[in-house]
């Protein structure tokens, strides 16, 4: 009954590859994201998906593109994957209404480009 | 564009000593929140503030909100080890929420 959940747990793969990696959540939530976090530790927002439209794109390479088949998924694919892009990359949602947005995070993808 | 900075960034204290940790921002903003890092987990939600004034405690832990200083502060009340962790504050702003640096909390007997 895991609230927001990620898969794989660890990707590690060759430069210039390109991997996707997926999130559920099943807390009924809106509003989807996906973070990325790096070697010290920094936690920076990527994307932003409400309802399964996007709403924030930070500067982000455009070999990062979030896909939304609904609004419980939201997947990361990733092209032609570089050193810099190492770094654990979380899931989080949270829900609309309420007046505030905590965000439930998933356990993180570990992704390691040799 | 919102800024949120913490300090210390890390911090070793003893068992049963008292601490706090200060979260300042640089945009207006009413909403804080605080979560906790394991090593190698996720981020789990500990404290959501809302209002000026806001406490909220939780165990040996308590976070307070003063919107006018812009200003967060989690105090750790006779530490023991398992509040070793990595804390981080996030405040609401434009963008849904940006996140200070994070503070390394170890305790040590």
């Known amino acids: 009954d895991t609230a927001v959940s990620q898969t794989p747990k660890y990707l590690v793969t060759q430069m210039g590859n390109d991997k996707s990696i997926k999130c559920e959540q099943n807390?009924?939530?809106?509003?989807m994201y996906w973070y990325k976090q790096d070697s010290k530790k920094f936690l920076k927002i990527m994307f932003s998906?409400?309802?399964?439209?996007?709403?924030i794109n930070e500067t982000v390479p455009n070999r990062f593109s979030p896909k939304s088949p609904d609004k419980a998924h939201l997947n990361l694919h990733i092209n032609s994957l570089e050193l810099g892009d190492s770094a654990v990359y979380f899931c989080a949602s949270s829900p609309l209404g309420g007046g505030y947005n905590e965000q439930f995070f998933g356990p993180g993808t570990r992704l390691t480009v040799l | 564009e919102l800024k949120v900075e913490q300090n210390p960034l890390f911090l070793s204290m003893q068992e049963g000593k008292n601490y706090t940790i200060y979260c300042n921002y640089s945009?207006?903003?009413?909403?804080l929140y605080w979560y906790r890092q394991d090593p190698g987990k996720s981020l789990e939600s500990l404290f959501v503030l809302l209002s000026n004034g806001a406490v909220k405690q939780e165990g040996r832990l308590m976070a307070s909100l003063d919107t006018k200083a812009r200003l967060s502060t989690l105090h750790i009340t006779a530490a023991v080890h398992d509040l070793s962790a990595t804390y981080f504050c996030?405040?609401?702003?434009?963008?849904?929420?940006?996140f200070g640096k994070g503070t390394r909390l170890s305790v040590i007997a």
């Open positions: 945009t207006t903003s009413d909403r």
């Open positions: 996030a405040v609401e702003g434009n963008t849904p929420l940006v």
């Open positions: 807390l009924g939530h809106d509003t």
């Open positions: 998906y409400n309802n399964k439209e996007l709403i």
